[in-house]
Antibody, heavy 119, light 107 residues
Framework: EVQLLESGGGLVQPGTSLRLSCSASGFAFNTHAMNWVRQAPGKGLEWVSKIDAGGVGTNYADSVEGRFTISRDNSKNMVHLEMNSLRAEDTAVYYC????????????WGQGTLVTVSS | DIQMTQSPSTLSASIGDRVTVTCRASQSINSWLAWYQQKPGKAPNLLIYKASSLKSGVPSRFSGSRSGTEFTLTISSLQPDDFATYYCQQYNDYRWTFGQGTKVEIK
């Protein structure tokens, strides 16, 4: 069974940093690109970042480019999101997710971790 | 970015009604479209993937279809547990994009 478990969320002040982690199990982690998606309170879903299977290629939403860094450790089946210079508008639940486009075609999500940026 | 235009934004319906939600993509996404149900405080719950594939365990009253760049989620007979917000998502492009959401309310 595919499982994605996010951790690392919390309450932080504007301008500070936070590192989110996602622990993956139940699938061939090192063959799938991984994504972070967020949802601000009462708002819709926003794609944040993607890292390819090998960890070389990364992409970011314009709203986080230059502030957030995605990385992965295929030896530990983990993906991380380093968030710097946090702003109030980064307050959201952050989800780890991937799509199995080369296999079943399905999409898998974790349960999310809440990040609150407030003074 | 691929734009996903979802309609309606709100839908009032009664138990037993047939309900339809539509998403239109701004360009071809082939069939890489998913539908989610979300309830307050919970993660999105996958219902349909690859436009029309029903996720295992999801009731058969949910179905998805595609006509070109227009995608439809249908609930054949609305049940009390179905009152929620529904989102579409394209995953054809690496920059995933989502519809704005449809809130299904009790009429």
């Amino acid at each position: 069974e595919v499982q994605l478990l996010e951790s690392g969320g919390g309450l932080v002040q504007p301008g500070t940093s936070l590192r989110l982690s996602c622990s993956a199990s139940g699938f061939a982690f090192n063959t799938h690109a991984m994504n972070w998606v967020r949802q601000a309170p009462g708002k819709g879903l926003e794609w944040v970042s993607k890292i390819d299977a090998g960890g070389v290629g990364t992409n970011y939403a314009d709203s986080v480019e230059g502030r957030f860094t995605i990385s992965r450790d295929n030896s530990k089946n983990m993906v991380h999101l380093e968030m710097n210079s946090l702003r109030a508008e980064d307050t959201a639940v952050y989800y780890c997710a991937f799509s199995a486009v080369s296999g079943s075609g399905s999409v898998y999500w974790g349960q999310g971790t809440l990040v609150t940026v407030s003074s | 970015d691929i734009q996903m235009t979802q309609s309606p934004s709100t839908l009032s319906a009664s138990i037993g009604d047939r309900v339809t939600v539509t998403c239109r993509a701004s360009q071809s996404i082939n069939s890489w479209l998913a539908w989610y149900q979300q309830k307050p405080g919970k993660a999105p719950n996958l219902l349909i993937y690859k436009a029309s594939s029903l996720k295992s365990g999801v009731p058969s009253r949910f179905s998805g279809s595609r006509s070109g760049t227009e995608f439809t989620l249908t609930i054949s007979s609305l049940q009390p547990d179905d009152f929620a917000t529904y989102y579409c998502q394209q995953y054809n492009d690496y920059r995933w994009t989502f519809g704005q959401g449809t809130k299904v309310e009790i009429k």
